[in-house]
């Protein structure tokens, strides 16, 4: 059953004629003409409509010219996903199927109007995330990627889709005869037969993961002249966490992240552990839930930018971004989190992508339906990763260079795996070899038994690394904050006794030596490396932020600044509603 059917009445909430005027106080009145487009796929949306009279036909519309209607609204339905939180560009269409009159709430009023108005907002919000669950689900108003589906260069945008929670489809040329047509119109060269057709029609050949965000306008840093209270750098628990905890008191805060939202926490398939999520709940969903949160707050998001440098010379801080912008902030949270550490076997680099993966989603591991895999770590993420695997694969070799799982991986995990009778540990071992055709897939793997030096070979198709972490610090080099052995972010206690001498006082317990720049979660020296340790640091940076900046002279904090829209939140809260006793709960 879709998500649709399952969960239509949360996902089109009638609103009562109360509610519709309660609302009025967030927008405006407008009038449409049978026929009239309220917004189009791909264009930036006004944000978010509620119809007084009249009906709106919803369809999707892909580049290839097909459109699919999807519902039809009327009289105290509203029309918006949650893409209108950040100004996102429509992903259906809507079209008056009759003369309408509706008020058109801009995503500043939607923000303030889910603070402001609890009961409704929580039914609001519930329903923007079921749609975008929905419009995911039938892939409306995202590209159409035409390709092999076991093409690396498929994979790869399919995948930075997803842990986007962007919707998206895969036509693959051998089964599709519309998609093989394309491929020889536009892609003519077999060994690079990728194309991406946007909604608006233009074809992408390969494009990388920035180029495709791009086009889709996916990131949005529209005001260069800003100067932020607060610039996080990373999408993980840690920064996701910060997001929403400075965000929801009024900080105006700017996320960035490389990639995807989640960190290395959004490649886990079922977090068991999580405070509050008895049955537990998978990285993706629980970054997304704070993806979204963060917005509700007034949170921008860029993603994916790479920063790719902090300049602390003076105040404000600045920091250069890889497509030549830059932009000013107070101060600076580092939660760019570690990325996993390549094991040094000759060829690795070969095969990523062709069969050697840092990430266990749904679309590797339908890679590995029936076949043996190979997973390497023994850490948590690698845990949680075999035991995903374990569904779809005959069997899990899982290597371990240590004499077990206990020292690095939750005991639940550790019996989960013990349990599986389709994951075989094996200890003391490490992989030695991988081969393949040249600019081929991977096709078979060797690994070794240290204490003996035995050395068994299979054919084996895909490997999945988790070992280790290497942290994100190469940006701060030039700007003088100090890093562990290993390149961890230095704070409080631990800079004792280097680089404190010519400071005033002694830095916070997470800032670092340079006074303003924070650090959080697993790039910060002597975190526990935990999903609940990375978003209770999130949570603890908001106070010494605060600290910070009631310290610090505002002439050294920033020149002219520009509103933020936390800041015209407020001001809108303050001017239109009462303050409210709770906010919305989470999507159960």
Known sequence: MSTIEARREQMFPKLTPGEITRLQRFGEARRYAAGEHLFK??????GMFVIVSGSVAISQRDGLGRVVPIIELGPGDFLAEVGELSGQPSLVDGTAKTDIEAILIPADGVRALLVAEAE???RLMRALILRRVALIEIGAGGPVLVGPATSPDVIRLQGFLTRNGYPHQVLDPEEDTEAKALIGRYAPDPSNPLLAVCPDGTVLKSPSEGELARQLGMVRVDVPDRTYDVAIVGAGPAGLSTAVYAASEGLSVIVFDA??????AGASARIENYFGFPTGISGQALAGRAFVQAQKFGAEMAIPVHVKRLDCAEAPFRLELSDGNSIKAKTTVVAAGARYRRPAVPGLEQFEGRGVWYWASPIEARLCRQQEVVLVGGGNSAGQAAVFLSGFARKVWMLVRGDGLAESMSRYLIDRIAASTNIELLTRTELVALSGAPHGRLERVRWRYNPTGQETEKP???????????PATHWLKDCGVLLDRNGFVRTGPSLAPDGLAKNSRMPMLLESNIFGVFAVGDVRCGSVKRVGGAIGE???VISELHTFLAETPAAQQCGPAMPHSSEMLRSRIALL???QESLPGQIA
């Open 120 to 122: 409704v907002g929580e």
């Open 460 to 470: 084996i198709r895909n490997v999945f690394v988790f070992i280790g972490a290497d």
């Open 577 to 579: 509603a009462p303050s």
């Open 259 to 264: 990639s995807a939202f989640g960190g290395q």
């Open 538 to 540: 999130g949570a603890a």
């Open 41 to 46: 796929t791909g264009k930036p949306s006004p």
